[in-house]
Nanobody
Framework: QVQLVESGGGLVQTGGSLRLSCAAS????????MGWYRQAPGKQRELVAV???????NYADSAKGRFTISRDNAKNTVDLQMNSLRPEDTAVYYC??????????????WGQGTQVAVSS
């Protein structure tokens, strides 16, 4: 089992910045990838960014050039630096990981979500 704990959400004005952090704990052999998804009211959950243990990243088009994902493999943490925030970035942001247990069976895990609100 893996537990993901997020922090860093809040309310910010258009053009502002926020940094989300997520820490994984529990029993696992490997976590890969880690990342962030978001879900706005009335919409489906969507990818924001993911990062592999080797550093390869994948961003949603809406996040490219504004958001930066980073990861500390030793600490099992993943951060999302969000700059130039827009009202359409308002959503609940969920930390995500795919983790492998001691027999290398892999499962998806989600954090509880953190609210990001961007005012116009």
């Amino acid at each position: 089992q893996v537990q993901l704990v997020e922090s860093g959400g809040g309310l910010v004005q258009t053009g502002g910045s926020l940094r989300l952090s997520c820490a994984a704990s529990g029993t696992f052999s490997l976590i890969n990838p880690m990342g962030w998804y978001r879900q706005a009211p009335g919409k489906q959950r969507e990818l924001v960014a993911v990062i592999q243990s080797g550093g390869r990243t994948n961003y949603a088009d809406s996040a490219k050039g504004r958001f930066t994902i980073s990861r500390d493999n030793a600490k099992n943490t993943v951060d999302l630096q969000m700059n130039s925030l827009r009202p359409e970035d308002t959503a609940v942001y969920y930390c995500y990981c795919h983790a492998f247990n001691q027999i290398y069976a892999g499962y998806d895990y989600w954090g509880q979500g953190t609210q990001v609100a961007v005012s116009s």
